[in-house]
């Protein structure tokens, strides 16, 4: 199994709006285009959430080539999507994982 982990620290200010968008907008057309099988929403627990909240979404794939598949034919556009209605409202860094 392959985890595609996306953290992400959103602005106070728009959060309400951006985590309801997530839920009901992006995640689920990332898992639309087929390349995942199952997705997870964490809140990240911090003392200081002052400069936003922090969260992970885990996007979980049979295979490199179904993330791969999503990264080259799908993930710029989404993403794009994501920066053109939160700009400059969010950091985000993503990672890949494998279950050992």
């Known amino acids: 199994m392959i985890v595609y982990n996306v953290t992400v ?4 200010n728009v959060h309400d709006i951006w985590i309801r968008w997530m839920k009901e907008e992006h995640v689920p057309r ?4 087929g390349c995942f099988v199952e997705s997870k929403i ?12 922090s969260y992970a979404f885990q996007y979980f794939a049979n295979t490199m080539g179904d993330y791969f598949n999503y990264k080259e034919n799908f993930a710029p556009a989404l993403q794009k ?11 985000a ?8």
């Open 81 to 91: 999507e994501l920066l053109n209605i939160f700009p400059e409202k969010f950091t």
């Open 30 to 33: 990332v898992m639309e285009t």
């Open 9 to 12: 620290k959103i602005d106070l």
């Open 42 to 53: 964490y809140r990240i627990l911090q003392e200081d959430e002052t400069e936003g909240i």
């Open 93 to 100: 860094f993503r990672t890949i994982l494998k279950e050992v």
